[in-house]
């Protein structure tokens, strides 16, 4: 069977996508759904119809699942339940704060359906929330410590692009080095938000922009970057371009425990990440979690599911036998 796959959006993220869809031959993209005019998207594959964003609910018959790769600011908050009534889906929210509530509205409006929903999908939320969960079972009694980059957040410079009076803006995310020796040393230090990243913003200003209060802005964003020591660079387009072009980012998730009778063995997890390409690593999990949203919805689980939900093996394009022969 060959999955029939649509994209909402084409950014970075729907152009990983393509490429991911790419990589896997039991899965073909058969269109892109974009709010931009279909005759300016230009796809990798020029074969695949670019659709007005507006006619996608003409496609639920066509489609076995949606994959969306609007932002966590605006787009998937009213995406997501909205089409979840009508297609199989898979988002990357990564608002930690609003995934409660993002939940409850995409399974109410899969569940209506008959669909199945998949939110929070990449690697954090995603990747990591499944190691955090897996040291956590190992070790309950441990500490768990993770942090993101040095690279740029695609939601965060995302957030920073919707303020009025920016043109454009990169965001870095920057983890405290003192920090992260102590925790890889063993030390099981007690960190607060502020302690363990700085956030560094890149931002080119729209014509006549108030620069002090598109900083106001971003530096009390909440959920964003009013927690942390946050500082604001005003760049040219030019600059922005020529050494912030990239999309690198990473992480490390860490889990600190001692085991024994008496706490005499020390044991420390620590899962990393190094990605030359935030979007491209991005969407690659995005596609395999598409391909197990369509097998749980063939089983019946309707509803919204997160990572915690899927079991391994759906992931996978391979079959029972050849994971058990090749990676048990």
């Known amino acids: 069977m060959t999955i029939k796959v649509g994209i909402v959006g084409y950014g970075n993220l729907g152009r990983g996508v393509e490429l991911a869809l790419a990589q896997n031959p039991d899965m073909q993209l058969c269109a892109v759904f974009s709010r931009r005019d279909p005759a300016g998207v230009k796809l990798l594959n020029a074969a695949v119809?670019?659709?007005?964003?507006?006619q996608v609910q003409e496609w639920k018959d066509k489609?076995?699942?949606?994959v969306l790769c609007g932002g966590s600011a605006t787009d998937l908050p009213t995406q997501t339940p909205q089409l979840a009534q009508y297609f199989n889906v898979v988002d990357s929210f990564d608002t930690h704060a609003h995934i409660p509530a993002h939940?409850?509205?995409v399974d109410a409006a899969a569940r209506a359906g008959k669909k199945t929903g998949m939110i929070s999908v990449g690697w954090d939320p995603g990747l990591f929330s499944l190691n955090r969960l897996y040291a956590q079972a190992v070790l309950p009694q441990g500490k768990q410590y993770t942090f993101w980059g040095k690279g740029i957040s695609q939601g965060h410079s995302d957030a920073i692009r919707r303020i009025p009076g920016v043109k454009d803006a990169k965001?870095?995310?920057i983890p405290v080095p003192a920090a992260l020796d102590s925790v890889r040393g063993g030390e099981n230090p007690a960190l607060s938000t502020r302690q363990k990243h700085t956030r560094e913003c890149f931002v080119v200003l729209k014509e006549g922009a108030d620069a002090a209060e598109v900083e106001r802005q971003i530096?009390?964003?909440?959920n964003y970057f009013s927690d942390y020591d946050t500082t604001v660079h005003f760049i040219s387009q030019q600059e922005l371009n020529e050494k912030h072009s990239g999309m690198p980012h990473g992480g490390f998730v860490f889990a600190s425990a001692a085991t024994g009778k008496e706490g005499e063995h020390k044991q420390l997890i620590e899962y990393n990440l190094k990605l030359d390409s935030n979007p491209e690593f991005t969407a690659s999990v995005l596609v395999a979690?598409?391909?197990a949203a369509v097998r749980l919805n063939a089983e019946g689980q309707y509803g919204c599911?997160?990572?915690?939900?899927?079991?391994p093996a759906y992931l996978s394009?391979?079959?029972?036998?050849?994971?058990?022969k090749e990676l048990l």
């Open 317 to 324: 394009a391979k079959d029972g036998a050849s994971l058990r």
């Open 171 to 173: 965001q870095y995310t």
């Open 49 to 54: 119809p670019v659709v007005p964003f507006a």
């Open 305 to 311: 599911k997160t990572v915690f939900d899927v079991p």
């Open 63 to 66: 489609l076995d699942v949606l």
């Open 103 to 105: 939940f409850d509205a």
């Open 289 to 291: 979690y598409a391909r």
């Open 219 to 222: 530096k009390t964003m909440p």
